[in-house]
């Protein structure tokens, strides 16, 4: 018995070593791929589905009306330029002065200036009526406006940046471009001291060093001001309107080519 079941223990022993020995091969074998064109029939027409479109169209009406709603007038059409454009300056100045008035609303301090990235800034502004639809094109990102203060080092650092870009939107400051350096900076209406510390107001995104700016790290101080960049110009814009105001923004030589 016990040889027996030896015996069919070695037969399955030596089936198994059979089977463990053989290797199955497997090889991919080239074939031709052939890519064609199918044309599109010009003639086919999607039919809207009437009852998906009923469920939409009543907050689509709303959004319509909030997009199309006229904040303000240009005078002209604002464009964005290097070392300074209309509309870069333009933008900067609005959120110099919109965010100032937020922090001294919640017992902050002034703001000393702005600096932005042309590349925040997606679209034109038209001339004649501007709309919130116009706003939205124009910064469709969703980043807040931040405070930092910096020191007189990390501030000179920050303006031989704009130097080497070629310039970017700022507002709240004056200076010339020299051989990739900024000079004759001024601050206000006071020269540019390396001692001192400013306050500047950025975007969220920039404040924590996008676009290789990391001279804003690490700052003296830092306060979010929990209010959106793109909210700070629509609330500008439509308290500009209930001036009776329009928009008359042009260059000044905010950022030059020194001779």
Known sequence: MISRILF????????????????????IKETETVAGVIALDSTLKITEDSTAAAIIAPYKAAMDAEMN?????????????????????????VVLSMSTQ??????????????????????TLPKGAITTR???????????LVLLQLTGNK??????????????????V????????AVNIM????AFDSTANYWVVTSDYLSEGGDN???????????????????????????????????DATTDKRVYYEN
Do not use: W
């Open 8 to 27: 069919k223990s070695l037969i399955a022993f030596s089936l198994f070593a059979c089977l463990s020995a053989c290797k199955v091969h497997y090889a």
């Open 69 to 93: 709603e006229v904040l303000a007038y240009s005078e002209r059409a604002l464009v964005k330029d290097q070392p300074e454009g209309a509309l870069g300056s333009f933008i900067a100045d």
């Open 102 to 123: 937020y922090s001294i609303a919640q017992g902050g301090q002034n703001v000393n200036f702005c600096m932005l990235n042309n590349g925040g800034l997606r679209s």
């Open 134 to 144: 116009n706003i939205f094109e124009l910064m469709p990102f969703e980043n807040k």
């Open 155 to 172: 501030t000179h650092q920050m303006f031989d940046f704009i130097a080497r870009e070629g310039g970017m939107p700022v507002a709240g």
């Open 174 to 181: 004056r200076m010339g471009i020299k051989n990739d350096h």
């Open 187 to 190: 601050v206000g209406a006071q």
């Open 213 to 247: 700016m990391t001279f804003f790290n690490d700052p003296l101080q830092k306060v979010a001001l929990q209010q959106k960049v793109r909210d700070a110009i629509i609330d500008y814009l439509r308290k500009l309107t209930s001036q009776g105001k329009t928009i």
